[in-house]
């Protein structure tokens, strides 16, 4: 059981370049999140998804964009690279039991960004 | 609208002493909150939450909490700090039921002295 798996784990870009994280769950969640970890600021979340071909904008979504085509696959796109975007990036998913309303969220092993 | 404050961005404790973090969360509706650990390098890993059944939730490596309504408190301790729970911990919450934004507090890195 892999869990949820994200590649890449570092890339460095050119300020204007384009790329796509792609991130990989095997345990049939529903709720699939992209989050960005800064120093001193926690987790922002950007983008999440509440079930295939489904997306929503969190809290720091501009110059991201977002795919959930399958639901196993949550896509992370940069379309033109900027410095302000060097981070560490974590995708997770989540559970939400009907009933009893439990939930967990489990997360990637994250992506270091680097833009110059 | 929902949100969780961390006191101390850094926290340091000799091995052996007691570990208390720190989160005071905020929420309109009845909360889920969560404690997640970060090692170096690493994904968050999941400690312990608190779901709306027992107030006193024990998690995994000893460490337990303490959901406080009053004091709108979810402080994180452990008995006896060992050097391997040097990390950051991140407080979280969530409303219960369906899908709800997780909302992370900033962060509280533990440095464990020998």
């Known amino acids: 059981n892999a869990g949820v798996t994200q590649t890449p784990k570092f890339r460095v870009l050119k300020t204007g370049q384009s790329m796509t994280l792609l991130c990989a769950q095997d345990?049939?969640?529903?709720?699939m999140y992209w989050y960005r970890q800064d120093p001193g600021m926690g987790l922002r979340l950007i983008h999440y998804?509440?079930?295939?071909?489904?997306?929503a904008k969190g809290e720091v979504p501009d110059g991201y964009n977002v795919s959930r085509l399958k639901k196993q696959n949550f896509l992370l796109g940069l379309e033109s690279a900027a410095p302000s975007q060097t981070s560490v990036y974590f995708c997770?998913?989540?559970?939400?039991?009907?009933?009893?309303?439990?939930?967990?969220?489990?997360f990637g092993q994250g992506t270091r960004l680097t833009v110059v | 609208a929902q949100s969780v404050t961390q006191l101390g961005s850094h926290v340091s404790v000799s091995e052996g002493a007691l570990v208390l973090l720190r989160c005071n969360y905020s929420?309109?509706?009845?909360?889920?909150l969560f404690w997640y650990v970060q090692y170096p390098n690493q994904g968050l890993q999941l400690l312990l939450k608190?779901?709306?059944?027992?107030?006193l939730v024990k998690g995994i490596n000893g460490f337990e909490a303490e959901f406080k309504k009053s004091e709108t408190s979810f402080h994180l301790t452990k008995p006896s700090a060992h050097m391997s729970d040097a990390a950051e911990y991140f407080c979280?919450?969530?409303?219960?039921?369906?899908?709800?934004?997780?909302?992370f507090g900033t962060g509280t890195k533990l440095q464990v002295i020998p």
């Open positions: 979280a919450v969530s409303g219960a039921g369906g899908y709800q934004k997780v909302t």
């Open positions: 929420s309109s509706v009845p909360p889920y």
């Open positions: 997770a998913s989540s559970y939400s039991l009907r009933g009893t309303g439990d939930t967990e969220a489990f």
């Open positions: 998804s509440v079930g295939e071909g489904t997306t």
């Open positions: 608190y779901t709306s059944a027992a107030t």
């Open positions: 345990m049939n969640h529903e709720y």
